[in-house]
């Protein structure tokens, strides 16, 4: 047993042992568990250190129903890249046409073993059904996209004993693997890759705009090999319809490549299969660009990007300098200031950089006080502000330059209450302003497009409930949306949709769940360029904040310090820059290994640009 002699441990009854040997851990079955008895649980394996490999050890002669199943679920837990040991414990017909790969099943603790595993009356002591169950936490596609799940698991593995030699194996189970979310938690992690806008450029020299799509990878198989592959696959299902990639259809890695990974000067070689005469030059800046942003999810110091094709040429050449040029790319913007309303209800700001806790009113008609503020947006490039006043009945647009007035309001509202009207309006990169009504009587959603003179409603076709709170994403792809319905407030995710072709307007489909176990979210913000801040409470629960995927799943880090009555909160794309919010302290902000520090005792409604 290998086990044995190389960690120098002994398996003991009744429960899985992990054996550590050269930075390995094995995976061992129990090499007597009881064949019989009552629901029990898989242990789900410890949390290990990053370092650390996980194997699984194959099924142990003469083993019985039970013990194979408990060795193939740990199997499924291992680091083992084609799951070679979990096939052993199937028949060889199995074995051959199960697909590990086509999902992931997340459960709250794990599958239980429902039935006792052990064979029936005499005419059935060859075959054997068992029945996983379990709590539904998650599901990870083909496509290796996260989806939270709710409701019961339960699948049905078929074993039968072979004839010839007497051995329990698996003959009948689903595609996919199983596992308990703290095993799936230390075999997974969370990982951007990056496409660009449909139809969008910003500047003056038209840069697309990057716009992230969070999958998971197996953290410790070939973790940049498979994130390559699945950016070169194109992006998942959801996003798709809003994005593409400067990859043309079919681009692969080179033959059987693998083990990509930056070399000791931090540059990254990828061997694709495209011949050299078919990739123009400024296609392949943008790929390289795609590459970089993607690969540094998994490592922060990349330098460059090296494409080469067919005969191992060179394609083009990337630095992590010029691809900041080559698209916009929202983490990358560190914004100059953070802006609150006053106690005197002005805009204004302060230095992101700054020390102190002075601020200064913002230039131009909204930093003057004439029109008293509830809440306010600056756009992305820190030269107009959009400021909802009259109680939170009007919007109005201003540059932040000297001079001007505030003019007509761009979107009024009726509500009975400034809660029941103006959310804080916010900007996306292409300088699209969104704000929306939370008058119950008429729910709505605007946007004013790239500086038009009148905002058009947005048809949100998958919306049940009223919209409380809406902040789009720096890459104008997506927009969180926080609905009420039914006394509870959840947020959403959905992607926004520009039907140009047709003149049919702008739309918000594809509405998803972000935090499914919160029952009443009270303030977002956009933290990352997949990632969100969010302030809300779970049934029965105290206020909470935390940090969550787009996709909806929970990010494996430590939550913002504690804070309590939180009205607001302001996180940057970048983040560098200290958080913001707006509490019973008034406006506090949360510097980088610091504590929540008062800012202004009177001030509300904190922002960053966006």
């Excluded at 009854?13 to 050269?22: D, E, I, K, S, T």
């Excluded at 499924?76 to 199995?94: F, G, I, M, V």
Aim: aromatic content about 6%; hydrophobic content about 35%; some cysteine.
């Amino acid at each position: 047993m290998a086990a044995d002699r190389e960690g120098g441990a002994r398996r003991r009854p009744g429960r899985a042992v992990a054996y550590a040997a050269l930075g390995t851990v094995l995976l061992a079955g129990c090499a007597s568990m009881p064949d019989s008895g009552d629901l029990r649980d898989v242990e789900s394996t410890p949390r290990q250190d990053t370092g650390v490999r996980v194997f699984a050890m194959p099924p142990a002669d003469g083993a019985g129903p039970g013990e194979i199943m408990q060795g193939f679920l740990e199997a499924l837990t291992s680091d083992d890249p084609e799951y070679d040991t979990a096939r052993k414990y199937l028949t060889n017909d199995a074995a051959r046409t199960w697909r590990p790969e086509r999902s992931t099943m997340v459960l709250a603790n794990g599958p239980s073993i429902e039935t006792d595993c052990s064979p029936g009356g005499r005419e059935e002591t060859n075959s054997v059904t068992c029945v996983l169950t379990g709590s539904r936490v998650a599901t990870v596609d083909t496509q290796q996209a996260y989806q939270p799940a709710q409701g019961s698991y339960r699948k049905k593995l078929h074993l039968t004993k072979n004839h010839g030699n007497g051995q329990w194996r698996i003959d009948g189970l689903p595609d996919g693997v199983v596992m308990g979310k703290s095993d799936f938690q230390r075999n997974y992690t969370s990982v951007d890759k990056y496409y660009f806008a449909s139809n969008t450029a910003v500047g003056e020299s038209g840069q697309p705009v990057a716009v992230a799509d969070p999958v998971f990878v197996r953290s410790k198989v070939d973790p940049t090999t498979q994130l390559v592959r699945s950016l070169l696959n194109g992006p998942t299902t959801w996003l798709g319809p809003v994005v593409r990639s400067s990859f043309p259809t079919g681009t692969a890695l080179r033959g059987s490549a693998s083990g990509l990974t930056p070399d000791d000067e931090n540059k990254l070689t990828v061997p694709l299969n495209l011949k050299p005469s078919h990739v123009a030059a400024g296609k392949c800046t943008e790929m390289a660009a795609q590459v970089l942003f993607t690969v540094r999810n998994l490592a922060p110091t990349l330098k460059s990007v090296e494409l080469r094709g067919t005969g191992d040429h060179r394609l083009c050449e990337l630095s992590a300098e010029r691809a900041e040029s080559t698209a916009w790319h929202g983490s990358s913007k560190r914004p100059e200031y953070v802006y609150f309303i006053d106690g005197r209800h002005r805009v204004v700001r302060m230095p992101t950089v700054s020390t102190g806790t002075g601020s200064v009113p913002v230039p131009g008609p909204l930093g003057e006080g004439d029109n008293p503020l509830q809440s306010v947006a600056v756009s992305r490039d820190e030269h107009t502000a959009a400021g909802v006043g009259d109680a939170g009945g009007s919007l109005y647009v201003a540059s932040l330059a000297s001079g001007g007035s505030l003019g007509e309001p761009l979107v009024t509202s009726d509500g009975a209450s400034p809660d029941e009207r103006l959310t804080t309006p916010s900007w996306d990169a292409r300088g699209d302003l969104w704000v929306a009504d939370r008058d119950p009587r008429d729910s709505r959603l605007f946007v004013r497009e790239q500086g038009g003179d009148k905002a058009e409603r947005v048809a949100v076709p998958d919306l049940h409930g009223q919209i409380q709170d809406a902040r789009v994403a720096a890459d104008g792809a997506r927009i969180a949306l926080v609905v009420a319905k039914d006394g509870k407030q959840s947020l959403f995710i959905g992607r926004i949709q520009r039907d140009e072709a047709t003149g049919q307007g702008v739309s918000v489909d594809g509405l998803r769940p972000a935090t499914p176990d919160l029952e009443q979210v009270s303030a977002i913000s956009w933290a990352g360029d997949s990632r969100l801040l969010v302030v809300g409470q779970e049934q029965g629960g105290v206020q909470q904040m935390r940090y969550v995927q787009a996709d909806g799943s929970t990010l494996d880090g430590p939550a913002p310090g504690a804070l309590t009555s939180v009205k607001a909160i302001a996180a940057a794309e970048d983040e560098r820059v200290p958080l913001v919010a707006c509490s019973e302290d008034g406006i506090v902000r949360l510097p980088a290994g610091a504590q929540w520090q008062k800012v202004d005792k009177d001030g509300t409604a904190p922002v960053y640009p966006g």
